[in-house]
């Protein structure tokens, strides 16, 4: 195995794991709904609607980026997802921090089919 399948292998497992760990966000957040415990809101530094996202086009579809480093919300945006190792969900929508260190993803997380 070369050096790039091996870097291409460590990206896929990643991107595994994130899927998992959300769906099992989703998970608990059913559970409590299904035996009548709620969780605590949990408060908020910066507001999605206030920071400036452009549509882009990648390897798994359709998503939203922003470097708006001139909004108050965008910075502290990017500290809790450094508080959170680059990766956070936030009603129902992932977020996550390039390797650039200084723009941001989002992409609405799917609803599974209710039937």
Known sequence: ????????????????????????????QQIAKLVGVAEPKKLWLWTPDKIKWEKAQGSKGEFEKSDDVN???????????????????????????????????RKKLKEEAKS
């Open 71 to 105: 909004s108050l919300d965008f910075k502290m945006l990017l500290k809790d997802l450094a508080f959170h190792k680059g990766k956070l969900t936030r009603d129902g929508v992932f977020y996550w921090t390039f390797k650039n260190g200084s723009t941001v993803g």
């Open 1 to 28: 195995m070369g050096e790039d399948d091996f870097a291409i292998f460590l990206e896929d497992f990643l991107d595994m794991l994130n899927g998992l760990e959300a769906s099992i966000v989703k998970m608990k």
